[in-house]
């Protein structure tokens, strides 16, 4: 059974970090594109980050510079690490699991996480920037 397990959200202040963890299994992971999307109160799915099996990295054009993605093949585990943060980056933030040849079509198709090109995802943790 795949499963994706996302951690590491809470409450920070504007200007602070946060660094998303999310645990992998059920699935072979180094062999796997990963992402991270958000969906803010009352709003849709954003994507976030994804992350291809050899490591390089797509980031949504909104996101550039202020997060970055990794992965640890060792720990089946995808990183999020948010710097910078604002209160516009208070959401519900996901992590998914793709085939290399898709992750860019998550970012220009998908509207939701139930979509085809998205092979799996977790349960979210929540991300609130407020002073």
């Known amino acids: 059974e795949v499963q994706l397990v996302e951690s590491g959200g809470g409450l920070v202040q504007p200007g602070g970090s946060l660094r998303l963890s999310c645990a992998a299994s059920?699935?072979?992971?180094?062999?796997?594109?990963m992402s991270w999307a958000r969906q803010a109160p009352g709003k849709g799915l954003e994507w976030v980050s994804g992350i291809y099996s050899d490591g390089s990295t797509y980031y949504a054009d909104s996101m550039k510079g202020r997060f970055t993605i990794s992965r640890d093949n060792a720990k089946n585990t995808v990183y999020l690490q948010m710097n910078s943060l604002k209160p516009e980056d208070t959401a519900v933030y996901y992590c998914?699991?793709?085939?290399?040849?898709?992750?860019?079509?998550?970012?220009?198709?998908?509207?939701?996480?139930?979509?085809?090109?998205?092979?799996?995802w977790g349960q979210g943790t929540l991300v609130t920037v407020s002073s």
């Open positions: 998914a699991t793709t085939k290399d040849d898709d992750l860019l079509l998550l970012f220009r198709l998908c509207v939701s996480l139930h979509c085809n090109a998205s092979d799996a």
């Open positions: 059920g699935f072979t992971f180094s062999s796997s594109a």
